[in-house]
């Protein structure tokens, strides 16, 4: 006689089983949790050129002062002094060459882009203030122990590693988790209630066996 197999006996995720319980706590896509714009798209790889040039980039750098042992001055020096000659040859060569000179309006930073700045640090300086208060005490907790953590971290790391590690971990995470968004929160719902049944079989087997004293009833006058 046949046996048919049914689906449900299939602990894996299927497309057609319910969802689980998004891993964030809600239902909004990543790239409005991240924030949306530009910072989103470049975190969630939507620009994969841009993307891959920007962690080239911090590759290389982090490369030059980490195995290269390059001095930070002598690298600022470097950069401005090629800088320099860019300009000059570009400058000097428009009048020679059917080129636009360099405009200087090109190097300037927008009022925008400042008034961006202060926006993100104020929010950040509320926020801080916000956690600080006490007003959510889970927050808080979670926000010392985080900050706790990361010091114990630093002290085996350089502060350039740290800072590597970090913009590597941001743009991999959140691009990872976008893609497999249905396996990370079926590996987390499956490790929540391992970790509730390992802590029931804890509290069964050692701390109900604890002795403890008779409660004490207080007398009705």
């Not at 971290?153 to 893609?179: D, H, K, M, Q, W």
């Not at 490790?191 to 002795?211: A, C, H, R, S, W």
Request: with cysteine; aromatic share 16%.
């Amino acid at each position: 006689m046949p046996i048919y197999s049914s689906d449900s006996d299939d602990p894996r995720p299927s497309s057609s089983s319910i969802r689980p319980r998004n891993f964030l706590a809600h239902d909004r896509p990543m790239h409005a949790i991240l924030g949306g714009g530009k910072v989103a798209d470049i975190l969630l790889w939507r620009d994969k050129t841009l993307t891959g040039s920007i962690l080239i980039g911090f590759t290389v750098i982090w490369s030059l002062f980490e195995i290269m042992d390059y001095n930070f001055v002598t690298f600022l020096c470097h950069i401005s002094m090629t800088m320099m000659l860019i300009l000059f040859i570009w400058s000097m060569g428009a009048g020679f060459i059917d080129w636009n000179p360099p405009d200087f309006r090109a190097f300037m930073i927008s009022d925008s882009t400042f008034r961006w700045l202060c926006g993100k640090l104020n929010y950040m300086l509320v926020k801080f203030y916000e956690i600080s208060s006490g007003k959510d005490f889970r927050t808080f907790f979670l926000a010392i122990t985080s900050l706790w953590i990361l010091s114990i971290i630093g002290n085996y790391f350089s502060s350039l590693n740290l800072l590597y590690l970090g913009f590597v971990c941001l743009a991999t995470l959140p691009a990872l988790y976008e893609r497999y968004q249905n396996e990370v929160d079926y590996l987390v719902k499956q490790g929540n209630q391992d970790m509730k049944k390992l802590y029931n079989k804890f509290d069964t087997e050692v701390l109900n066996k604890i002795p403890r004293g008779p409660v004490k009833q207080k007398k009705k006058f």
